[in-house]
């Protein structure tokens, strides 16, 4: 594998000038000075933000940078969560870790370089401890080893930055960013019982009745595969589809649906037909009451451009059939299969507008550090890319899963998505929450992912 560059170079710094003006509304210059010296500068004020302890553990692909701790508050900095602040380095935190020299700000630590780390995945390129999946896990991070993967560590460090800003440049007004939700839906499948083999479809209703005791859908199961020709059945236990936009409405949402268009693993990909008469209604009813359209890659295709292009390419045709037209189409990998950057690039290839992909299985979290919207880097070949990354924040499975945290008690899983939400809003950021419609079969399901959405 081929490695451009180090930290930093000018692509570098070119992206994270744009990462700040995105973040503090505000067009700063970024330049190195010196072999170890970073520094920050504004067009429209005099005087400098001085970095001079550049990391150079932040241009290496690996999870074993020590990890340090800050004290804002004792410093006289406010720490927008109230704790102190996770600082990975290779080297002693300096003290005081930020000071003024004459007219200058000095920040002893490479905020800069860390943002670059945690934004760019840099941390995962070429890792071999994956999962069954093919999955890089939670448990392999940084960020799990030094528990900090339920904080949005660059926002937090971003904040510290702004209020440097301020004091060097009382005259600049930053940007102030309010907190949002943005709630998705993969759809892995669209009926329980429709579109089932025979042999299936007995297996899944034995499965109903006798060991969840869902006799109701146990006994409309052979109606529902029967009557489902153009619309999905009523009744049915996955078809939730409008339950969650007429939640999504009440709170001021839009629920965003990804569509699999395509099969690469018939054994892990969805069994319903993307182009039957039922799907291409579903998403016709999606589009007409002002919700979203995306795409759900196939299990395999996070390693194949190709396959991931196609699957693009499929949905586009459907949508215009259909007559469905959106600013731009976005979506998430199937069981969140994810390497850096090939499947990144795949995305690009494929003239996706974002993707949601970015958070772990095993636990949910902040993987990127983040739960700003940003635009993609390539580590690899150093080079900002077209697309934006909008980190996942939580799916339902990485709470609930037996495989995974298995916090089956509602009112424990209540409080960990609870927990992760109130960390967005204290940043001003996305509280972004993927619930799969086919995880909603019970009341206790709805009533939990109600109870997220509205609070």
């Not at 970024?30 to 072999?35: A, D, E, K, N």
């Given at each position: 594998?081929?490695?451009?560059?180090?930290?930093?170079?000018?692509?570098?710094?070119?992206?994270?000038?744009?990462?700040?003006?995105?973040?503090?509304?505000?067009?700063?210059?970024?330049?190195?000075?010196?072999?170890?010296?970073?520094?920050?500068?504004?067009?429209?004020?005099?005087?400098?933000?001085?970095?001079?302890?550049?990391?150079?553990?932040?241009?290496?692909?690996?999870?074993?940078?020590?990890?340090?701790?800050?004290?804002?508050?004792?410093?006289?900095?406010?720490p927008i969560l109230g704790k102190p602040l996770p600082a990975p380095t290779v080297s002693q935190l300096a003290f005081?870790?930020?000071?003024?020299?004459?007219?200058?700000?000095?920040?002893?630590?490479?905020?800069?370089?860390?943002?670059?780390?945690?934004?760019?995945?840099?941390?995962?390129?070429?890792?071999?401890?994956?999962?069954?999946?093919?999955?890089?896990?939670?448990?392999?991070?940084?960020?799990?080893?030094?528990?900090?993967?339920?904080?949005?560590?660059?926002?937090?460090?971003?904040?510290?930055?702004?209020?440097?800003?301020?004091?060097?440049?009382?005259?600049?007004?930053?940007?102030?960013?309010?907190?949002?939700?943005?709630?998705?839906?993969?759809?892995?499948?669209?009926?329980?019982?429709?579109?089932?083999?025979?042999?299936?479809?007995?297996?899944?209703?034995?499965?109903?009745?006798?060991?969840?005791?869902?006799?109701?859908?146990?006994?409309?199961?052979?109606?529902?595969?029967?009557?489902?020709?153009?619309?999905?059945?009523?009744?049915?236990?996955?078809?939730?589809?409008?339950?969650?936009?007429?939640?999504?409405?009440?709170?001021?949402?839009?629920?965003?649906?990804?569509?699999?268009?395509?099969?690469?693993?018939?054994?892990?990909?969805?069994?319903?037909?993307?182009?039957?008469?039922?799907?291409?209604?579903?998403?016709?009813?999606?589009?007409?009451?002002?919700?979203?359209?995306?795409?759900?890659?196939?299990?395999?295709?996070?390693?194949?451009?190709?396959?991931?292009?196609?699957?693009?390419?499929?949905?586009?045709?459907?949508?215009?059939?259909?007559?469905?037209?959106?600013?731009?189409?976005?979506?998430?990998?199937?069981?969140?299969?994810?390497?850096?950057?090939?499947?990144?690039?795949?995305?690009?290839?494929?003239?996706?507008?974002?993707?949601?992909?970015?958070?772990?299985?095993?636990?949910?979290?902040?993987?990127?550090?983040?739960?700003?919207?940003?635009?993609?880097?390539?580590?690899?070949?150093?080079?900002?890319?077209?697309?934006?990354?909008?980190?996942?924040?939580?799916?339902?499975?990485?709470?609930?899963?037996?495989?995974?945290?298995?916090?089956?008690?509602?009112?424990?899983?209540?409080?960990?998505?609870?927990?992760?939400?109130?960390?967005?809003?204290?940043?001003?950021?996305?509280?972004?929450?993927?619930?799969?419609?086919?995880?909603?079969?019970?009341?206790?399901?709805?009533?939990?992912?109600?109870?997220?959405?509205?609070?």
């Open positions: 594998m081929s490695i451009q560059g180090g930290w930093p170079t000018q692509a570098k710094l070119a992206w994270l000038q744009q990462i700040l003006v995105e973040r503090f509304g505000h067009a700063f210059v970024v330049q190195r000075t010196g072999s170890d010296t970073l520094r920050l500068a504004s067009h429209e004020a005099n005087g400098t933000i001085f970095f001079d302890s550049l990391e150079t553990a932040f241009c290496q692909f690996h999870s074993d940078i020590p990890c340090a701790e800050w004290d804002a508050a004792a410093e006289d900095w406010l005081p870790l930020v000071d003024k020299v004459g007219d200058n700000y000095f920040i002893h630590y490479d905020i800069l370089g860390l943002t670059y780390w945690m934004l760019s995945r840099k941390e995962e390129v070429g890792r071999t401890d994956l999962d069954e999946h093919g999955r890089f896990p939670a448990t392999s991070s940084h960020a799990f080893k030094y528990d900090y993967l339920e904080r949005p560590i660059v926002d937090e460090w971003l904040h510290i930055l702004g209020q440097v800003i301020q004091r060097q440049w009382p005259g600049i007004q930053l940007k102030q960013h309010r907190f949002s939700m943005k709630v998705s839906h993969d759809v892995d499948h669209t009926s329980r019982y429709a579109f089932c083999r025979p042999k299936q479809l007995l297996r899944r209703m034995a499965g109903d009745g006798l060991l969840r005791r869902h006799w109701g859908d146990t006994l409309r199961a052979p109606w529902i595969w029967v009557t489902t020709k153009h619309i999905l059945h009523p009744r049915d236990p996955y078809n939730t589809f409008d339950w969650l936009m007429d939640l999504s409405d009440r709170h001021g949402l839009t629920s965003a649906f990804y569509f699999m268009t395509g099969v690469t693993d018939a054994g892990k990909d969805g069994n319903y037909d993307f182009d039957h008469p039922t799907t291409r209604y579903l998403m016709r009813r999606i589009h007409k009451r002002g919700h979203e359209i995306g795409l759900h890659p196939s299990f395999n295709t996070y390693l194949d451009p190709q396959s991931l292009m196609a699957e693009a390419d499929k949905l586009r045709c459907a949508m215009v059939e259909e007559g469905i037209e959106q600013t731009g189409i976005g979506g998430r990998m199937h069981y969140l299969r994810w390497t850096q950057p090939i499947t990144l690039r795949s995305w690009v290839q494929s003239g996706m507008a974002y993707d949601s992909t970015l958070s772990y299985a095993d636990r949910p979290g902040f993987r990127c550090g983040t739960c700003h919207e940003y635009p993609a880097f390539d580590p690899v070949v150093d080079e900002q890319l077209g697309l934006r990354i909008r980190p996942l924040i939580a799916m339902e499975c990485s709470v609930l899963a037996d495989q995974y945290m298995a916090l089956a008690d509602a009112e424990m899983a209540h409080e960990k998505l609870l927990q992760l939400k109130t960390a967005c809003k204290h940043v001003g950021g996305h509280f972004t929450l993927l619930w799969h419609n086919s995880e909603l079969t019970t009341p206790e399901r709805k009533e939990l992912y109600e109870s997220v959405v509205a609070t």
